[in-house]
């Protein structure tokens, strides 16, 4: 493996390290959101919700799809379920 690949996945593993970022990826798991959504949902403003979304996304963590104004986010793909699934079997063993 080499040096980038391992930065990489270390950045990748970072975004799952804050529990608010975990909270939004558990919404996310069972339907898409919009920032509103969201910050209502966890009781947060909206710029620190949309903080997180940009950090998620930049990460490919999750994908956003426009609706005329609004932009609806979901995860990104199985891969994203299947990590938080594992880690979720793993803290539950």
Do not use: P, W
């Amino acid at each position: 493996m080499e040096n980038e690949e391992i930065y990489d996945l270390a950045d990748l593993f970072k975004l799952f390290s804050d529990s608010t970022r975990i909270r939004i990826l558990y919404l996310l798991y069972e339907n898409e959101y919009c920032v509103c959504d969201i910050a209502q949902s966890l009781n947060m403003t909206q710029s620190a919700v949309s903080h997180q979304l940009k950090l998620l996304k930049q990460g490919r963590l999750i994908k956003g799809r426009r609706d005329g104004k609004q932009i609806y986010y979901s995860l990104a793909d199985e891969h994203v379920v299947t990590i938080i699934d594992m880690g979720m079997e793993h803290i539950l063993e």
